[in-house]
C-alpha cells in the first residue's frame, strides 16, 4: 500500500441548522467569505496538498455544491470578450478537471463517520484526505500539506489539533495524549464531545485528517457514539493499539469554526483585511465602530 494520499473526502451532507434559515436553500459550504464559497478555501488546500481526486458527501438541497464545480463557457467567453482578463483567471481557477470530482450522498445524516464511510468505495485501499470545509484555516503553508509532509514520516492516521480553552473541550473531539513530540503528539485515547470536566486534555480534533483505510474497516461495524451519531472520532480511536498508530498534528496557522455564526464573522473579517482591495476601508471601519461602542 502505497503512502501517497491523492484522494480527499469532503463531507457537507450535514443539516447546517446553526444557519437556519439561511441553509434552507443555500448549503453551507456556498456561504462566501468575502467572494469565495467555503468550499472553494477546502479545494485550494487540498490541492496545493498533492490531492488529485475530490470525492464529495453530499445530501438533498446540495446540488448549488455540484453548479458551482461546473465549468462556464458562456460566462468565460463572455469575460474574454470584455476583456475582463482577471475575473476570468479567477474563474478559470476554479475548473475542475473532468472526472476529478465525484458526489456521492449519504442518505439520512447519521454522522460525520457515516458520512465518511459512504465514500468506501471510492477511496479503495489506500490513505486518504477528510476535509470539512466549515473548517477554514489561513496559514502560509496550507493546513493539509503541512500534514501529508508529517504523514510521510509517520504513515497510520492523523489528525489536525489544536488547543482550545478546558470549557470549551466537549464541542470537540479530545486526544489522550501519550507523548508529546511537538508538533507532533502520539495518541493514546479519543473521546469526541466529552462531558465538561472529564476531557483527557484540551487538546482538540480539528476538521483535517489523513487516515489509513483500515479506518473504514471500523465504520463497518460502527455504532452510534455522542449525539447518537456514528462518530469518526470513534473508528480512529479504534486504530489505538494496532498495527496503525494514531497521531495528533498541531498544524501552524489560525482556525476559523465557519460552522458557528460568530466564527463565520471572525473569518469574514480576517479574510477581508487580508485582501489588499479591502484592507483600509474595512479597518477603518471597523475602528469607527469600535470606538463609537466604547463610548457608548
Ligand atoms: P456539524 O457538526 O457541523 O453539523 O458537521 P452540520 O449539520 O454541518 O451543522 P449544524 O451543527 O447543524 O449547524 C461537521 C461536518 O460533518 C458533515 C457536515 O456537513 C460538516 O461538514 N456531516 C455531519 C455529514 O456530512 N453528515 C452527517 O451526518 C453529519
Request: glycine content about 8%; proline content about 4%.
Given at each position: ?51 488529485k ?32 482578463t482577471?475575473?476570468?483567471e ?12 465525484a ?36 496559514a ?16 497510520g ?28 503528539v ?6 469526541e ?5 472529564t ?15 483500515s479506518?473504514?474497516?471500523n ?11 456514528i ?38 473579517v480576517a ?26
Amino acid at each position: 500500500m502505497s503512502n501517497k494520499v491523492t484522494k480527499a473526502v469532503f463531507p457537507v451532507a450535514g443539516l447546517g441548522t446553526r444557519f437556519l434559515p439561511a441553509t434552507k436553500s443555500v448549503p453551507k459550504e456556498i456561504m462566501t467569505l468575502v467572494d469565495r464559497p467555503l468550499v472553494q478555501y477546502a479545494i485550494d488546500e487540498a490541492r496545493a496538498a498533492g490531492i488529485k481526486e475530490f470525492i464529495f458527501v453530499t445530501s438533498r438541497g446540495k446540488s448549488a455544491l455540484e453548479d458551482y464545480f461546473d465549468n462556464m463557457p458562456y460566462l468565460e467567453e463572455e469575460l474574454r470578450r470584455k476583456g475582463k482578463t482577471e475575473l476570468l483567471e479567477t474563474l478559470q481557477a476554479t475548473n475542475m478537471e473532468s472526472g476529478a470530482i465525484a458526489y456521492i450522498r449519504q442518505h439520512k445524516a447519521l454522522g460525520l463517520g457515516h458520512a465518511v464511510w459512504c465514500a468506501r468505495r471510492l477511496i479503495g485501499d489506500e490513505p486518504f484526505a477528510v476535509m470539512l470545509p466549515d473548517d477554514v484555516i489561513a496559514a502560509e503553508k496550507p493546513c493539509l500539506a503541512q500534514m501529508v509532509e508529517a504523514y510521510e514520516e509517520t504513515g497510520g492516521s492523523m489528525v489536525a489539533a489544536m488547543e482550545v480553552p478546558y470549557d470549551r473541550t466537549s464541542a470537540y473531539g479530545v486526544l489522550d495524549v501519550q507523548e508529546d513530540m511537538g508538533s507532533m503528539v502520539s495518541v493514546k485515547g479519543m473521546v469526541e464531545k466529552p462531558a465538561q470536566g472529564t476531557a483527557p486534555s484540551n487538546l482538540a480534533v480539528i476538521g483535517r485528517y489523513i487516515l489509513s483505510p483500515s479506518v473504514l474497516e471500523n465504520l463497518n461495524t460502527m455504532k452510534e457514539g455522542a449525539g447518537g451519531e456514528i462518530q469518526l472520532t470513534d473508528a480512529i480511536a479504534q486504530e489505538i493499539g494496532g498495527p496503525n498508530n494514531v497521531y495528533g498534528y498541531r498544524f501552524r496557522g489560525q482556525r476559523f469554526d465557519c460552522g458557528s455564526k460568530a466564527g463565520f464573522l471572525q473569518a469574514t473579517v480576517a479574510f477581508g483585511l487580508a485582501r489588499e482591495e479591502l484592507r483600509d476601508d474595512l479597518a477603518s471601519f471597523l475602528q469607527e465602530i469600535m470606538l463609537a461602542q466604547a463610548a457608548e
